[in-house]
């Protein structure tokens, strides 16, 4: 068990520029999550995936934002034309979906996160 | 919608001695679960600890335990003989029926030698 991988660790960009970040999950976890995390506050749900497919996205995935997780493994999350707002720390997530009770009580596993700078 | 409020942005205490942190909660849901997460300094948040809203019987897990208090809405974190190795930001979450997890805005606790 390797954990939950992320890259790049840290990007810095031009506003303007598009950024892509990877995420790695755990091996035969189904489900994938992305949070954001700004400076003194705790994660925000982005979307979630289970194998290959989007089942939710926040409202604070603007249209710039998509997510893909193409074959049900690694994820990726691009922000188009960044903006100063979207510096942020970006986090993956996943768990193996078990359908019992509240998914919510499938623990989760966090990667250290993607630290995205736009100047 | 739900809220996870945590009114303490930091706190420090001595190595060996015993720390709270607290945590409000809103929500209309009946049943759901109820998250410690420690994000320790440049490293993955890990969970430290979860309560399910249907059992009455507190959680435990070594040194850590919680307080949880349904009718109040209060879910309050206890780290008894404190460590070096506990510094880290400490985040309240709230999982219900959606698959999200809404999480307050963290508390920074420091353990001094």
């Known amino acids: 068990d390797t954990g939950v991988s992320q890259n790049p660790r840290h990007k810095i960009t031009k506003r303007g520029q598009n950024v892509t970040f990877r995420c790695d999950p755990i091996?035969?976890?189904?489900?994938l999550y992305w949070y954001r995390q700004t400076l003194g506050q705790g994660p925000e749900f982005l979307t979630y995936f289970q194998n290959e497919a989007q089942l939710e996205k926040s409202r604070l995935l603007s249209d710039r934002f998509s997510a893909e997780r193409p074959k049900g493994s690694f994820s990726t999350l691009e922000i188009q034309r960044t903006e100063q707002g979207d510096s942020a720390m970006y986090l993956c997530a996943s768990s193996r979906y078990i359908r019992t009770g509240l998914s919510s009580g499938n623990t989760i596993y966090f990667g250290e996160g993607s630290w995205l700078t736009v100047v | 919608a739900q809220t996870v409020t945590q009114s303490q942005p930091e706190m420090s205490v001595q190595e060996a001695e015993t720390v709270t942190l607290s945590c409000t909660y809103d929500t209309s849901e009946n049943n759901y679960y109820l998250f410690w997460y420690k994000q320790p300094p440049s490293r993955q948040m890990i969970l430290v600890i979860r309560?399910?809203?249907?059992?009455?019987q507190n959680a435990t897990e070594n040194r850590f335990s919680v307080n949880f208090q349904k009718a109040a809405k209060s879910f309050s974190l206890k780290i008894s003989d404190s460590q070096l190795g506990d510094t880290a930001m400490y985040f309240c979450a709230f999982g219900g029926g959606s698959e999200k997890l809404v999480f307050g805005k963290g508390m920074k606790l420091t353990v001094n030698p």
């Open positions: 309560q399910e809203a249907y059992k009455q």
């Open positions: 091996s035969e976890h189904n489900r």
